[in-house]
Nanobody
Framework: VQLQASGGGLVQPGGSLRLSCAASGSIVRINAMYWYRQAPGEQRELVATITSGGSTNYAESVKGRFTISRDDAKNAVYLQMNSLKPEDTAVYYC??????????????WGQGTLVTVSS
């Protein structure tokens, strides 16, 4: 199973970006999907979660600005980021809890996509 993240880039404060992450490989089912981020010199932190049933949860720092969604037909998860702030600058990673044939659920990471918020 591989996760491919995309959509990062340079944006001005107050701007928007949409991150995408698609899973591929031997997938029976995907349970929860996540977005994490890691700023320079900081630990990786959980930004947003979406369950298989569509329930969502967000870090306090992004509530009301970020929206996580998923498309199960495409095995994909998205992160719509609005009203971006310089402190949102980080490498963003997707993560998914995946069931593959003949095994049990495992967590997989995407490769990360850099978001830079600067004027």
């Amino acid at each position: 199973v591989q996760l491919q993240a995309s959509g990062g880039g340079l944006v001005q404060p107050g701007g928007s970006l949409r991150l995408s992450c698609a899973a591929s490989g031997s997938i029976v089912r995907i349970n929860a999907m996540y977005w994490y981020r890691q700023a320079p010199g900081e630990q990786r932190e959980l930004v947003a979660t979406i369950t298989s049933g569509g329930s969502t949860n967000y870090a306090e720092s992004v509530k009301g600005r970020f929206t996580i969604s998923r498309d199960d037909a495409k095995n994909a998860v998205y992160l719509q980021m609005n009203s971006l702030k310089p402190e949102d600058t980080a490498v963003y990673y997707c993560n998914a809890n995946v069931l593959s044939p003949g095994t049990w659920y495992h967590y997989y990471w995407g490769q990360g996509t850099l978001v830079t918020v600067s004027s």
